[in-house]
C-alpha cells in the first residue's frame, strides 16, 4: 500500500474543504476503501476520516425516515422503523455482505462501494473505470457476473450493492453538502451509466459529501420485498418490490433489479406492464420479458437474462400468494 | 497541503495510542497500518490471525467498543477512540472465557487458524442476540470461513454457551 496522508475532520465543513483534490478520498467503514488502497486498484495521497461527523443517527418523521450518512449497515437492518416502513431495504441488507462488514460499512459507502469486477480490482489488467482509454478485458474476457443492462462498449461492470436496489423502488433521495451548497437527489440519480466514461460513477462533484439518505413512508413500502440470487454472496440477479393491490388489480408498483445492471435499476418497463393489470401468471411473464428486452448479453452471462426473468417471476408470484392469502 | 481548523493532518510515522484488552498502548504508526498489522506487528498480540487480508474469511476478527469487526479492513489510526478487544483479551487469568471453554469441550477447530476469529466472532454475535436457532447462528456466523469445516461443532459451542447462559 502506497503511504497517504490522514485527516479526521470535526464538522462537516471541515470534511468538505479538506476534499479538494481528486488525490483525496473520505474513509468510513474501510471495507471498500482499504481493499482498494491494499490491492493499489485507488491510489490517494490523502485519506479524511469521516468517524466524527455527527452523521450516524436514523431520524423517522410523519414523511421519510432520514438515515445519517455513517449509520452502519447492520444498524439500518435492524431499525424498527426501516422494518416496518421499507422492509425491502432491512431484507436486502440480510442478504448483504457478512455481520462483520455489516458492522462497519456505513449507509452512502453502502451506495458509493466500487464493482467487484475483477479486471478492475486487478492492477495487471487494462480497465477503462481505472485508466480511461485504456480498454475493457471483460469484454472479450471472463464476464459471467457482468452487466446485462446499462453497459456500454466501454464497461459492463455491474454495481454492487443490494441497498441501493431496494432504494431505487422506494424512491429514496440523498442529501449532498457540497463545497459552496447542498442539494438533495434521488437515489436512482446519483449513480452515471458508464456509456463513454466509465471512470465517472456518480455525478457527485468534487468534495461532494453524502451526509444521509432520506426515504419516503409511503404505503408502498409497507411489505416490500427483496428476493435474490443467490442469497449470499454477490447478487446474479435480484429483485427489490413494492406495490399496493387492491381487488387482485395493482394499483401501482415499483421495481428494483440487482446483480444485473451498472448501476441500481430502477425497471419502469416491468412496472408500466404491471401497473393496472390483475394478478396473474401471465401478466408476471410479460413483465419479466419487458424487464429484460433491451438486454445486451456477452459470451459468459446469456444465463442471466433467464434467472432474472424467473427470479422477478418467483417475487410477484410470492408477494401475490401473500395478497391473495393463497 | 493546506488544511483549515483545528483538524490535524498526520502524515508519515506518529505517535499514537490504542486501548486493547483494557490497557492503553503508545505505538508509532503510519497512516497506512491496518488495525490488524498493528495488533500483530507493532504490539505482538498475534492471536488475530491474518487470513486473507480481503475482508472475505473474517480470521482477523476483533471486537471495537463490544462490535464485532474485521480488523484488516480498517487503519489503527482510526481507532485512538475505541476500545479494542482481542482473543487474548477474553480469558480472565486462567479462567477461559466460556466461548472458549465451549470450542474445546465440543472439539470446534481442527488447525485452529481461523479459531481466534471464529470465537471473537461468536462474542459478538451472542451480544447482537441472533442465536435463537442454530439456522440463526449460521446466518450471522457467515463472516467466518472454515477450511477444515468445523462448521457443525462452531455452532454447537454458541450454541452450547447460549443455551448455559
Request: charged content about 20%.
Amino acid at each position: 500500500m502506497k503511504p497517504f496522508a490522514y485527516i479526521r475532520p470535526r464538522e462537516v465543513e471541515g470534511a468538505v474543504s479538506a476534499a479538494q483534490s481528486n488525490r483525496s478520498s473520505f474513509i468510513a467503514g474501510g471495507t471498500g476503501v482499504v481493499d482498494l488502497l491494499q490491492t493499489t486498484t485507488e491510489k490517494h495521497e490523502l485519506l479524511i476520516d469521516l468517524n466524527s461527523l455527527s452523521l450516524n443517527s436514523i431520524e423517522v418523521t410523519p414523511n421519510s425516515i432520514i438515515i445519517g450518512a455513517l449509520v452502519r449497515n447492520s444498524e439500518i437492518m435492524a431499525h424498527a422503523a426501516i422494518q416496518e416502513h421499507c422492509s425491502a431495504i432491512s431484507e436486502a441488507l440480510s442478504y448483504s455482505a457478512t455481520p462483520q462488514i455489516r458492522n462497519m460499512a456505513t449507509a452512502s459507502g453502502n451506495l458509493l462501494q466500487r464493482t467487484r469486477c475483477t479486471y478492475f480490482r486487478n492492477p495487471e489488467f487494462d480497465c477503462n473505470k481505472r485508466v480511461p482509454g485504456s480498454g475493457c478485458p471483460a469484454i472479450d474476457g471472463y464476464n459471467r457476473e457482468h452487466a446485462i443492462l446499462g453497459g456500454s462498449s466501454a464497461c459492463i461492470a455491474v454495481h454492487p450493492s443490494d441497498m441501493a436496489v431496494a432504494m431505487v423502488a422506494l424512491d429514496a433521495k440523498v442529501h449532498i453538502q457540497g463545497v459552496n451548497s447542498n442539494r438533495t437527489i434521488p437515489v436512482a440519480e446519483l449513480h452515471c451509466l458508464p456509456e463513454d466514461t466509465p471512470e465517472r460513477e456518480t455525478v457527485l462533484e468534487l468534495g461532494d459529501l453524502i451526509t444521509a439518505i432520506e426515504i419516503p413512508i409511503s404505503p408502498l413500502g409497507k411489505g416490500s420485498r427483496y428476493f435474490k440470487m443467490p442469497m449470499a454472496g454477490f447478487s446474479l440477479a435480484s429483485v427489490a418490490l413494492s406495490w399496493n393491490v387492491e381487488n387482485n388489480t395493482i394499483k401501482d408498483v415499483r421495481i428494483g433489479l440487482g446483480g444485473v445492471a451498472t448501476k441500481p435499476w430502477r425497471s419502469h418497463a416491468a412496472e408500466a406492464v404491471l401497473r393496472g393489470a390483475y394478478l396473474e401468471e401471465t401478466t408476471f411473464n410479460s413483465a419479466a420479458a419487458a424487464a429484460v428486452q433491451n438486454a445486451v448479453i456477452q459470451q459468459y452471462n446469456s444465463f442471466k437474462v433467464e434467472l432474472m426473468q424467473r427470479t422477478l417471476v418467483f417475487a410477484l408470484k410470492t408477494m401475490a400468494e401473500s395478497e391473495t392469502g393463497g | 497541503m493546506q488544511i483549515q481548523g483545528k483538524d490535524t493532518l498526520i502524515q508519515g510515522v506518529t505517535e499514537i495510542s490504542l486501548t486493547v484488552n483494557g490497557t492503553r498502548h503508545n505505538l508509532q504508526v503510519e497512516p497506512r497500518v491496518t488495525l490488524l498489522d498493528a495488533l500483530r506487528e507493532v504490539l505482538g498480540l498475534t492471536g488475530t490471525k491474518k487470513g486473507c487480508a480481503h475482508a472475505q474469511c473474517g480470521a482477523c476478527t476483533v471486537l471495537v467498543n463490544g462490535q464485532r469487526i474485521l480488523s484488516c479492513m480498517t487503519f489503527a489510526m482510526m481507532h485512538i477512540e475505541d476500545e479494542i478487544t482481542t482473543i487474548e483479551g477474553l480469558a480472565r487469568g486462567d479462567e477461559l472465557h466460556p466461548l472458549q471453554q465451549a470450542f474445546i469441550e465440543c472439539d470446534a477447530f481442527q488447525c485452529g487458524y481461523c479459531t481466534p476469529g471464529q470465537i471473537v466472532s461468536g462474542v459478538g454475535l451472542m451480544a447482537e442476540g441472533h442465536t435463537n436457532s442454530e439456522l440463526e447462528i449460521q446466518l450471522f456466523m457467515s463472516g467466518n470461513t472454515c477450511r477444515c469445516g468445523a462448521y457443525p461443532h462452531i455452532v454447537q459451542a454458541i450454541n452450547k454457551v447460549v443455551k448455559e447462559r
